[in-house]
């Protein structure tokens, strides 16, 4: 196991705790995505892995959060970056003052093999050719879809042997979405490498993923491999937008839902 | 016309040294997004350190002033560790009241320690004036301000260039980015902070050599905080560019102006100028703009 | 937290600053106990109160500009010294009354905020206070060159004394009594402000500038008032000042004595005119007490005397501000409410 998440526990500010008894696996190689609403407890997850809770007067304050069998819950940020854990964090958060090239350069900010960072400068343009022809532009004017790619990008250049990856098609169109996805494919079966998705956009997510966690109130409130829960009804009604029967149901409708109930209780 | 020569020369020469107090503004400001208003108080102390490794302790320049350097690094670190770092994660505006803070504090201490005598101090560079053709410059100053353009030089490749420099950037646009990329943010405020107390203490050496030191020195703070709002907080060039624009307005302005308005304009012009131009260009000269997002 | 039972009725009613009896009361009495404080206090003490009472008006106008409106002002004390000198020249040269001069100078004062509120159309955020520093800058280099007959030049200005309905106001109790009707009436002000339209659109600004105009809040307008009305309060502080120093000159009114009013506002709370009050008379008392120890100690320790007395009360003030804001970020403001709370709900444990 790459990554293990036993009984993690999250508490903002000494009394809000967000994550309860969490346990997810990360196999060395696979794609999982954390899905859930708002304020479920993706990002939380994400930033307990990735130890960026600090800032934001949280800690992981029960559980281990194993990497390659060594726990390393609290630990310094940049530490756990060199190690090969990387995140790309949501809200499309690129250096908006540098420019891309600058950008790039310093998702590589560490590395001491210069001549295989440019190797892997040339490997980003190949997955996201509209990088090569922005180099020297300011990354705050990019449009959403080009600061998304330079931001997978950015992370690429870290050498992640697991990308952590918090809402990449958020407020996205949907064929920038597509394009997004069908990179996030291509560079998982390019690169060795695993991925953590955390997505609103349940279909993207499940597209690229092999196994997948539903996350409720700060719980895992189920999991299991793509296909089993594309099949669930539950998935199916509060994440895909199907429904069992011939009519649609609207959101309303859904959230007073009973088997929802008894998920949150 | 000679006239106008000397006036602007010297200008410039003084600009060069409001420059290099911007530089040790925007040099920290970067780093960690702090507008230290107690940059002119740091100054101040930089040259109480100065005079105390050249008279109190009685050392040769070539010794004293590495000293006062190395001193002044560490007096960076102490206000980073004690003061800037309890409030990373805070509001911006709460950063600047603790610079306030900090103002009271350090001129509070300065008197203490060394106490309110003015006390001369040790020239470093050459007295006097270099005659080029009819035209006098300033010694101190002048190679004061090839000082200031080397600085410059030196921490616009820094910034531009290397690693570290643009670690230093990323910092400043949003921490949890910089962490999330593995930058420490500690790191970088104290390396910020270490590169802004020494910068100010070299200007100090440049502006107090040979001359008289008090806690009045540290008036010199308010002087240059307009010339790196000019030339925009984030911008190493812009510092030293609105440093001497800003420098030949003032000198412009008391040799021609003054006479007319009893000696007042000299002091108020820049003041003016800046508001001006901010208010073409608010991010300052070669700032930042700021992209705004609802 | 008020005392159980209490249902309001209206929103007027749930604004009220004094709900119950007993608060009302206390309130009269404390207001009583004001005026009669002269009768017993010593004329030092007097005297020292009204300073306090002087610097609260012009710490509560900072709170409006800073605190509520969230524009930081780094020359509050040149607007107090606008209103110092404009009062000094009404007075002096057409001989108004004090009723009339002071706010004629608070007036004056608050329309030359609003020449360096001006840049605020195009000029935000920490670049704003830079026109606060050219006021303090200018201020005194304008009065000291300016024609002699208008503010006696660098010579400064003598104040005749206060006079009402013929009779002269003399005396630490006279003044301590016109200060105290002053401070009330810019109290009440000041506290209504903030629960106005105004004083909302304030905070919104303070709270989010990018958000504020989309809501509807025109930002240059709010801004200008936030200063106007800061230096309002400046003004009438500098005109009561000049009356009590009886002279006034530009060396009074330093950016140093800014400084020392921002730091009065962020130990007491900038959220509310109570972290005003509060913030002067803690420093007020911190200064009286170190100046008292110093007095004390000056005798017997060899190395402390008057040149390290006012230095060390400045260490101490510059630590307690960094403290404040790293430990208790609203000032003493939200102590005082957590401790009443605790009053209240006592024996019960507060947490």
């Given amino acids: 196991m790459l990554l293990e998440l036993k009984n993690v526990e999250v508490v903002y500010s000494g009394v809000v705790q967000v994550l309860r008894s969490v346990n997810i696996d990360v196999p060395k190689g696979s794609v999982v995505a954390i899905l859930g609403a708002n304020g479920a407890g993706k990002s939380t997850t994400l930033k307990a892995i990735s130890s960026l809770l600090e800032i934001e007067h949280g800690e992981v304050s029960d559980g281990e959060i194993l990497y390659q069998g060594k726990d390393i819950a609290n630990t310094d940020p940049a530490d756990i970056v060199r190690q090969g854990i990387v995140q790309v964090l949501e809200g499309r958060k690129v250096l908006e003052h540098l420019t891309v090239e600058q950008n790039l350069r310093l998702g590589a900010h560490f590395r001491k093999d210069r001549d295989v960072v440019a190797e892997d400068v040339e490997r980003v343009f190949n997955y996201f050719p509209a990088l090569r022809a922005l180099l020297k532009r300011t990354a705050g004017y990019l449009s959403g879809g080009e600061m998304q790619m330079l931001l997978v990008g950015r992370a690429l250049l870290a050498k992640p042997k697991i990308l952590l990856l918090d809402e990449p098609t958020m407020g996205l169109a949907p064929l920038i979405v597509e394009e997004i996805v069908s990179c996030l494919k291509q560079i998982h079966a390019q690169e060795d490498m695993s991925m953590i998705i955390v997505e609103q956009n349940a279909n993207a997510a499940l597209s690229v993923a092999d196994y997948a966690y539903v996350l409720e109130n700060g719980r895992i409130v189920m999991h299991g491999p793509k296909e089993e829960l594309q099949k669930n009804q539950d998935i199916q009604e509060f994440y895909l937008g199907l429904s069992i029967g011939q009519d649609r149901k609207s959101f309303r409708e859904i959230k007073h839902y009973k088997r929802r109930k008894r998920w949150l209780g | ?294 | 937290m008020l005392p159980s039972g209490i249902i309001f009725k209206s929103y007027a009613a749930e604004e009220a600053f004094l709900v119950t009896r007993p608060q009302k009361l206390v309130f009269a009495l404390f207001i009583v106990a004001l005026f009669l404080f002269p009768m017993v206090g010593s004329t030092y003490l007097v005297g020292t109160v009204s300073v306090m009472m002087i610097t609260m008006i012009a710490v509560l106008g900072l709170q409006i500009t800073v605190g509520m409106a969230g524009q930081i002002n780094l020359g509050q004390s040149a607007f107090v010294g606008v209103g110092a000198y404009v009062t000094a020249a009404m007075a002096v040269n057409y001989e108004l009354p004090f009723w009339l001069a002071i706010p004629i100078g608070g007036l004056t004062a608050g329309l030359t905020s609003i020449l360096f509120g001006l840049p605020a159309a195009r000029i935000k955020g920490f670049y704003l206070a830079l026109t606060t520093v050219a006021a303090q800058v200018m201020f005194p280099l304008a009065i000291s060159r300016l024609p002699q007959s208008w503010f006696g030049g660098s010579n400064g200005m003598s104040m005749p004394s206060m006079e009402l309905f013929g009779y002269e106001i003399w005396g630490q109790t006279g003044l301590y009594l016109v200060n105290l009707c002053f401070l009330i009436v810019f109290t009440t002000l000041a506290f209504n402000l903030q629960r106005s339209r105004v004083g909302r659109a304030f905070i919104a600004i303070r709270e989010n500038d990018v958000v504020a105009p989309v809501m509807g809040i025109n930002l240059v307008k709010y801004k200008i008032l936030a200063f106007f009305i800061g230096a309002v309060f400046a003004g009438i502080s500098g005109g009561l000042y000049a009356y009590y120093v009886t002279y006034v000159t530009a060396e009074q009114f330093t950016l140093w004595l800014s400084v020392i009013y921002l730091g009065m506002l962020l130990i007491g709370g900038m959220t509310s005119p109570l972290g005003a009050i509060f913030g002067v008379i803690i420093i007020t008392f911190l200064q009286e007490t170190t100046h008292e120890i110093g007095g004390y100690l000056s005798g017997r320790i060899s190395f402390v005397d008057e040149s390290v007395l006012f230095p060390a009360t400045n260490i101490l003030l510059g630590a307690v501000i960094i403290a404040v804001l790293i430990f208790e970020p609203h000032g003493m403001v939200r102590r005082w409410r957590i401790a009443k709370a605790a009053y209240r709900i006592w024996p019960n444990p507060h947490g």
């Fill in chain 2, 1 to 294: 016309m000679i006239e106008l020569v000397q006036s602007l020369s010297s200008g410039v020469l003084l600009g060069l040294l409001y420059g290099i107090v911007a530089l040790s503004f925007v040099v920290i400001y970067r780093a960690s997004r702090v507008v230290n208003l107690a940059q002119g108080e740091v100054v101040m102390v930089g040259a109480f350190l100065a005079w105390m490794a050249a008279s109190s302790f009685g050392l040769p320049l070539y010794l004293a002033i590495p000293a006062a350097l190395a001193m002044s690094a560490c007096f960076g670190v102490i206000i980073e560790r004690f003061v800037f770092r309890p409030l990373t994660g805070q509001p911006i505006f709460a950063v600047v009241m603790a610079s306030i803070g900090l103002i009271i504090l350090l001129r509070g201490a300065t008197m203490v320690i060394w106490g309110p005598a003015t006390r001369p101090f040790p020239q470093v560079f050459p007295l006097g004036a270099i005659e080029i053709g009819p035209i006098l410059l300033n010694t101190a100053l002048l190679i004061g301000g090839v000082i200031t353009i080397i600085c410059a030089a030196g921490l616009n490749w820094f910034f531009m260039r290397t690693d570290a420099g643009l670690r230093l950037a990323a910092v400043a646009e949003d921490h949890t980015t910089a962490l999330s990329m593995g930058i420490s943010v500690k790191k970088s405020a104290i390396i910020a902070w270490v590169l802004g107390t020494t910068l100010a203490t070299v200007s100090a050496i440049i502006m107090l050599s040979g001359s008289v030191l008090g806690v009045t020195a540290a008036e010199i703070g308010f002087r240059a905080l307009p010339v790196a709002l000019l030339g925009g907080m984030e911008s190493v060039r812009g510092a030293v560019i609105a440093g001497v624009l800003v420098g030949m307005a003032e000198a412009l302005a008391s040799t021609y102006l003054d006479p007319l308005t009893n000696g007042a304009l000299s002091q108020i012009f820049p003041f003016i100028l800046i508001i001006l131009v901010l208010l073409i260009r608010p991010q300052g000269l070669f700032g930042w703009k700021i992209i705004e997002r609802i």
